[in-house]
């Protein structure tokens, strides 16, 4: 099936360093989501961009929706602990059937 | 409060027998999906349905069964023809013209 490359797989960082992560393909999508998922819980919806371009904040987190429409951009600045967890991208692929192709997630862990 | 619910939390089961995943959700969501986490391999997907009494294979469906009855449920069946049947199951739903999927909070599969 399609992939998204998803990187860096891991960071190790020190409480109040900014993180960037991102999501590259070699196809177009017409919508990109951020998920965080925390320890044995499911993933929950951090933002979501709709258009090539759009820049999406969600108080400390801000994504980007590339302009090639093949990548998007997850940044957290002054991370704190409770930002570790598991960040995924998921991509909606144009003329597709509506289900989400997912990165295999960068693992964040921060220390205090 | 809407939202999607899974059960049991943690499930222990003996090598060969088949055991079911329950999920079920208040969302008055159509489509419901059925996704395996592994350790660094991300999310991938076993089943899918759209709508009721209808659904799809995804990535990774040998050795898993499913059935949507109603609107509200979409148990997953882990068959003994799974080889390799330990890993974290997730239920997810989402409305029609949407795009973002709610989780549930998973389930823990562990095979002895």
């Known amino acids: 099936g399609q992939q998204l490359n998803q990187s860096p797989q891991s960071m190790f960082i020190q409480e109040g360093e900014d993180v960037s992560m991102n999501c590259t393909s070699s196809s177009i999508f017409n919508t990109w989501l951020w998920y965080k998922q925390e320890p044995g819980e499911g993933p929950v919806l951090l933002i979501a961009l709709y258009k090539a371009g759009e820049l999406t904040s969600n108080g400390r987190l801000t994504a980007q929706f590339g302009i090639t429409r093949k990548d998007s951009f997850l940044n957290i600045s002054a991370s704190i602990p409770s930002d570790v967890g598991i960040y995924f991208c998921a991509g909606l692929l144009g003329g597709s059937q509506g289900n989400l192709i997912f990165g295999k997630g960068t693992k964040l862990s921060v220390k205090p | 409060d809407g939202g999607i619910t899974q059960s049991p939390k943690y499930l222990f089961r003996k090598e060969g027998q088949n055991v079911t995943l329950s999920c079920e959700q208040n969302?008055?969501?159509?489509?419901m999906y059925w996704y395996r986490q592994d350790p660094g391999q991300g999310l991938r997907l076993i089943y899918y349905?759209?709508?009721?009494?209808?659904?799809q294979k995804g990535d990774i469906a040998e050795g898993y069964s499913v059935s949507r009855e109603k609107k509200e449920s979409f148990p997953l069946t882990v068959t003994s023809a799974q080889k390799n049947p330990t890993a974290f199951y997730l239920c997810?739903?989402?409305?029609?013209?949407?795009?973002?999927?709610?989780f549930g909070s998973g389930t823990r599969l562990t095979v002895v």
């Open positions: 997810a739903s989402k409305a029609t013209g949407s795009y973002g999927y709610t």
């Open positions: 969302l008055n969501h159509d489509a």
């Open positions: 349905s759209q709508i009721v009494n209808d659904f």
